[in-house]
């Protein structure tokens, strides 16, 4: 996961793997080993590349949150919907694709690229309950509706 996100987020922001490389001083084949899932940075390097693609460094390595993405928008609106359980209309049809809901989701955090969203699916045979964290492009949003406040 953490290779696949690397890779979305590079492309994210319009940058060859030979760019990325030359910003953090590595090689070209280090970013693709990376991307690749065979090898992974340091953690100096895993923080200049949360800085580089404006995400925190949790959600650049957990293997829990997954990057959905594609452009930019004016977010200072977006703060007050921290907390609540929200509807979200979205481009990226995969955001919705192992969601029970198909478009509520509680909203973690924001910032000037990312909407950050919980919630639960049921996976496997036995159906058990977990949640799914994901990063969403806030170019990929078209609109959002508070549905209610987090209880938990």
């Not at 977006?78 to 694709?97: A, M, P, Q, T, V």
Request: net charge negative; with cysteine.
């Amino acid at each position: 996961m953490l290779g696949e996100n690397l890779m979305k987020l590079r492309k994210k922001h319009g940058l060859s793997q030979q760019a990325v490389a030359d910003l953090l001083n590595v090689s070209r084949q280090t970013i693709s080993n990376w991307e690749l899932n065979q090898g992974a940075p340091t953690i100096d390097k895993a923080k200049e590349l949360a800085k580089l693609y404006h995400v925190s460094l949790d959600d650049l390595t957990e293997n829990e949150v997954e990057v959905i993405s594609s452009k930019q928008k004016d977010i200072h609106i977006l703060y007050g919907l921290i907390g609540k359980i929200c509807k979200i209309d979205c481009k990226e049809s995969s955001l919705y694709l192992d969601s029970p809901s198909k478009d509520q989701f509680l909203v973690l955090d924001v910032n000037e690229q990312w909407l950050k969203v919980k919630y639960q699916r049921r996976k496997g045979i036995s159906l058990k309950k977990e949640y799914v964290i994901k990063l969403i492009d806030l170019n990929d949003i078209n609109g959002f509706e508070i549905v209610g406040e987090n209880d938990e």
